[in-house]
């Protein structure tokens, strides 16, 4: 089965998907995090896997941003939004920008798709290098292991007048890896077209997360309300190189 058309041939739907996200809201509350937290004088900040750019767009106001994410038609929507804005195809586990940062985030559970505590280990190591010290990292949880539940329908209708898109799934786990199988109807004037969209997502235990974080050189903490409902954020401050 093909994987991640969410990322692929359905990234031109993904903002119009994603449409209920208060991305504005949620800037506002990482710039607050960030002056609370940060203890670098700079602004440079980077978004890993910034998809579409959804938080890009505010925070770019205060920030000099540059975007990685793995996906080229992500991106390239991206790019699109954001002429002026840096934009680096890059896998968060393996990337080497060879400069560094005040700020990283990486949001809305894509920190999940690294899957395993082994390749967590390998992203946060690189966040890490990547950071000035006392630079600030932040880290939105996909669900936390205690708190997913399997067995759940969900459903997510758009309805525009030129393209009405119905996205179902059913929540499943294998061990700790979260199984979100999406099963989409897409009508546009060309007709419906029906397709699925597999994704697998880490579950990660949030002791382990931060003692990962500590042992690469974060002063660590959770924050159980971050910017949505029912996901934890992680707050790395940089300590030393
Ligand atoms: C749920 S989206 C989040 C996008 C954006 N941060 C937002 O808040 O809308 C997840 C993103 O993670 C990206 N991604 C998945 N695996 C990745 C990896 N290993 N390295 C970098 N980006 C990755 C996908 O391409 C996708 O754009």
């Not at 941003?65 to 002026?84: R, T």
Request: net charge positive; with cysteine; charged share 30%.
């Amino acid at each position: 089965m093909k994987k991640d058309r969410m990322y692929s041939e359905l990234a031109k739907y993904y903002d119009l998907i994603y449409g209920w996200k208060d991305y504005e809201k949620e800037s506002q509350k990482i710039h607050n995090i960030i002056k609370k937290y940060k203890k670098t004088s700079g602004k440079d900040l980077l978004d890993v896997a910034c998809g579409t750019g959804g938080h890009i767009q505010f925070l770019k106001h205060h920030y000099r941003i540059v975007g990685i994410d793995l996906n080229k038609e992500m991106l390239g929507i991206a790019k699109k939004k954001f002429p002026k804005i840096k934009f680096v195809k890059a896998d968060m586990a393996v990337f080497d920008l060879k400069r560094r940062f005040d700020i990283i985030i990486c949001l809305f559970g894509s920190i999940g798709y690294m899957k395993t505590y082994n390749n967590l280990k390998k992203a946060v190591n690189n966040f890490s290098k990547h950071l000035n010290p006392g630079g600030l990292v932040l880290i939105e949880d996909f669900v936390p292991k205690k708190d997913y539940k399997i067995g759940i329908p969900w459903a997510n209708f758009i309805d525009k007048p030129n393209v009405k898109i119905a996205r179902m799934n059913l929540s499943k786990r294998r061990g700790d890896i979260a199984i979100v199988d999406f099963h989409f109807l897409i009508a546009t004037k060309k007709g419906v077209e029906y397709l699925r969209d597999y994704h697998e997502l880490g579950l990660f235990d949030i002791n382990k997360f931060l003692r990962i974080m500590k042992e690469n050189n974060f002063e660590a903490k959770y924050l159980k309300d971050g910017l949505m409902n029912g996901r934890g954020l992680y707050i790395g401050i940089k300590s030393s190189n």
